[in-house]
T-cell receptor, first 111, second 114 residues
Framework: DTEVTQTPKHLVMGMTNKKSLKCEQHMGHRAMYWYKQKAKKPPELMFVYSYEKLSINESVPSRFSPECPNSSLLNLHLHALQPEDSALYLCASSQELGGYTFGSGTRLTVV | GDSVTQMEGPVTLSEEAFLTINCTYT??????LFWYVQYPGEGLQLLLKATKADDKGSNKGFEATYRKETTSFHLEKGSVQVSDSAVYFC?????????????FGTGTRLTVIP
C-alpha cells in the first residue's frame, strides 16, 4: 500500500458545526502532516507529527485541533470555523528524507 | 531561512514544445529537492526528486538536476503533451532546520494546447 487516504473528499459545514478530517497511511511512515491549500496558492504547513507526537504547530488557530491516535492515523478536528477557512486540506506522510506522499485532500467549504 | 523561488506563470505551450520551469532555492544546510505536480481537483503527486548535488531526478520524461553552484533545480521536458497540463511546485526539505517539512515555491500553472 503506497497511498495516503483522506476522508471525506468533500465537506460542507456551518460555522457552529464540529467535524473531523481523517487521514490514513500504511507505509510505515513515522512523520505525518497537515497542510492547507487555498486556491492558486502553494500548500501551507499546519502541523507535523513525528513518532505520534506533535512536533510542529505553525501558529494555527485553536479551532483546528490535530490528533494522532496511532502511527497510521491522523485526524484534524474542526470547530467554529470561519468562511475564510474554506480550502483544500492535504495530509501527507514521509519516512525521513525519501519524499512525501500526499493524499488527494479534503475540499472544505465553511458556510 | 529556507525558501524556494519559482518561475511565475502561467505558462502556455503547444503540444510537443520544450518546457523549462525555473526554480532556485535558499537553504541553511544541504537540502533535498523535489518537484510535485497537481492536476485539477487533486492532491499533490511527487514527480521527481534529488537528494544531493549533481543528482538528476527523472520521471515521465521530466528531468531536473540539483545544481549547488547555482542553487537551482530547473524542471525540463523535451516534448510536452496535453496531459501535462497541471500546476508544478518546486519544494525543498532541509534537515538543518531540524524539522522534516517541505518548503514550497508558489507553483507554476502549465497549459498545453493541441
Amino acid at each position: 500500500d503506497t497511498e495516503v487516504t483522506q476522508t471525506p473528499k468533500h465537506l460542507v459545514m456551518g460555522m457552529t458545526n464540529k467535524k473531523s478530517l481523517k487521514c490514513e497511511q500504511h507505509m510505515g511512515h513515522r512523520a505525518m502532516y497537515w497542510y492547507k491549500q487555498k486556491a492558486k496558492k502553494p500548500p501551507e504547513l499546519m502541523f507535523v507529527y513525528s513518532y505520534e507526537k506533535l512536533s510542529i504547530n505553525e501558529s494555527v488557530p485553536s479551532r483546528f485541533s490535530p490528533e494522532c491516535p496511532n502511527s497510521s492515523l491522523l485526524n484534524l478536528h474542526l470547530h467554529a470555523l470561519q468562511p475564510e477557512d474554506s480550502a483544500l486540506y492535504l495530509c501527507a506522510s514521509s519516512q525521513e528524507l525519501g519524499g512525501y506522499t500526499f493524499g488527494s485532500g479534503t475540499r472544505l467549504t465553511v458556510v | 531561512g529556507d525558501s524556494v523561488t519559482q518561475m511565475e506563470g502561467p505558462v502556455t505551450l503547444s503540444e510537443e514544445a520544450f518546457l523549462t520551469i525555473n526554480c532556485t532555492y535558499t537553504a541553511t544546510g544541504y537540502p533535498s529537492l523535489f518537484w510535485y505536480v497537481q492536476y485539477p481537483g487533486e492532491g499533490l503527486q511527487l514527480l521527481l526528486k534529488a537528494t544531493k548535488a549533481d543528482d538528476k531526478g527523472s520521471n515521465k520524461g521530466f528531468e531536473a538536476t540539483y545544481r549547488k553552484e547555482t542553487t537551482s533545480f530547473h524542471l525540463e521536458k523535451g516534448s510536452v503533451q496535453v496531459s501535462d497540463s497541471a500546476v508544478y511546485f518546486c519544494a525543498l526539505s532541509d534537515p538543518q532546520t531540524g524539522a522534516n517539512n517541505l518548503f514550497f515555491g508558489t507553483g507554476t500553472r502549465l497549459t498545453v494546447i493541441p
